[in-house]
Every structure is written in structure tokens, then in C-alpha cells.
Antibody, heavy 118, light 106 residues
Framework: QVQLQESGPGLVKPSETLSLTCTVSGGSINTYYWSWIRQPPGKGLEWIAFISYSGSTYYNPSLNSRVTISVDTSKNQFSLKLSSVTAADTAVYYC????????????WGQGTRVTVSS | SYELSQPPSVSVSPGQTASITCSGDKLGDKYASWYQQRPGQSPVVVIYHDSKRPSGIPERFSGSNSGNTATLTISGTQAMDEADYYCQAWDSSTVIFGGGTKLTVL
């Protein structure tokens, strides 16, 4: 079965760029859609972006200007870059699979905690 | 922008039925999904397309969606069902999550 694993720095300085990678195992990334979702400490879920295996991208309008999502089919990975981070970007970041646009997220990765602090 | 509203908390006694609502404008015209998130764990889908249950999810979980409200119902609630629950829908190609409901089984 498909499994997702997030990786990246756990600490990012304010104004810098947060970079995370999600590695897909147990299946090919060359189908479906792939997404990033985050959860600030003690708060709810916030969708960030998703991308198709062919590279079509969709972004949360509230984060659009700072977010880039990309896919590397040769490595079975997709990535997130969030620029100009502030303390408000401190969260657990999850990657997840979408069966299709307007579908549901399943499965999810275990999440990676990112703290923005100097 | 489109919003989904959930009650912050719901309490239920073991063995009883818990209902968690999710409200949004004409939500019944969209598909709703529900996620369970136990403390320290990643979310897991328990209902998709309003009322479909993924394999491995107990039959006590059910869903409905009509008008402006989607409802997650847990029949015969067990202690292991204590968790945060999030509804999710789509507004065009944008994903919307509800604010989450903490279900307490006491």
C-alpha cells in the first residue's frame, strides 16, 4: 500500500524559505494528485496546495504568493517551498494523496514539525 | 470565501450515538469528507463522498449531507473514538476544512 514520508529541516529562520519533500513508496507518483496540508500547534487543518503527476498546480489563495509545489517523478517525490516565513508558519506539515480533484485525502504522511524561529 | 463551521466540542457517553455537524452554504450540493485525528497522530479519512466508508473503518461510522449541513454519526461510540474530527469539502478547485470538533467520550 502507498505510504508517504515527509522530510526537511525542523527549524527555519524568519524571512527564509521553508523547503519540504514528500517521498511516495509502495506505488507510483505517476497517477493521482499530491498535496500539502499543515496544522499549527493546537489548531485545525489548513490546505496549502496540490499538484497532479503531470505538474498542474493548485494553491490556497491565502498562501498563493509564497508557495511553490513541484513533483519529481523520477524520484517518486513531490516538494513544497514556502517563502518569507514568519512565526505564523510554525506547524506540523503533512503530505497526502488525492485520488482526484474534489476527492478525499488518503493516505497521509506522519507529518513533520517545522518551527520558525531565529 | 467559502467556510465550513463545526461545533468546537461534542460529548457522548460510551455506547451512545454521537453526531457532529458541519455547516456551509449549500454544502449539500458538494461532496463532504470526514477525518478522524487522534492525539499525536495524522488524520485518517472515515467518511468520503458524504456517506461512503473506506475499507477498515468500522460500520458504526456513517455520514449524511443535505441542505447546508453534513453530519457524521458514530453509533455505539467507544472510548477509542475520542478524537478530533474535521469535515472537508471543495469550493471549485480549493480545499476547505472545517475548524474541527473535539469528541469526548465520558
Amino acid at each position: 500500500q502507498v505510504q508517504l514520508q515527509e522530510s526537511g529541516p525542523g527549524l527555519v529562520k524568519p524571512s527564509e524559505t521553508l523547503s519540504l519533500t514528500c517521498t511516495v513508496s509502495g506505488g507510483s507518483i505517476n497517477t493521482y494528485y499530491w498535496s500539502w496540508i499543515r496544522q499549527p500547534p493546537g489548531k485545525g487543518l489548513e490546505w496549502i496546495a496540490f499538484i497532479s503527476y503531470s505538474g498542474s498546480t493548485y494553491y490556497n489563495p491565502s498562501l498563493n504568493s509564497r508557495v511553490t509545489i513541484s513533483v519529481d517523478t523520477s524520484k517518486n517525490q513531490f516538494s513544497l517551498k514556502l517563502s518569507s516565513v514568519t512565526a505564523a508558519d510554525t506547524a506540523v506539515y503533512y503530505c497526502a494523496r488525492l485520488v482526484a480533484v474534489t476527492s478525499w485525502f488518503d493516505p497521509w504522511g506522519q507529518g513533520t514539525r517545522v518551527t520558525v524561529s531565529s | 470565501s467559502y467556510e465550513l463551521s463545526q461545533p468546537p466540542s461534542v460529548s457522548v457517553s460510551p455506547g451512545q450515538t454521537a453526531s457532529i455537524t458541519c455547516s456551509g452554504d449549500k454544502l449539500g450540493d458538494k461532496y463532504a469528507s470526514w477525518y478522524q485525528q487522534r492525539p499525536g497522530q495524522s488524520p485518517v479519512v472515515v467518511i468520503y463522498h458524504d456517506s461512503k466508508r473506506p475499507s477498515g473503518i468500522p460500520e458504526r461510522f456513517s455520514g449524511s449531507n443535505s441542505g447546508n449541513t453534513a453530519t457524521l454519526t458514530i453509533s455505539g461510540t467507544q472510548a477509542m473514538d475520542e478524537a478530533d474530527y474535521y469535515c472537508q469539502a471543495w469550493d471549485s478547485s480549493t480545499v476547505i476544512f472545517g475548524g474541527g470538533t473535539k469528541l469526548t467520550v465520558l
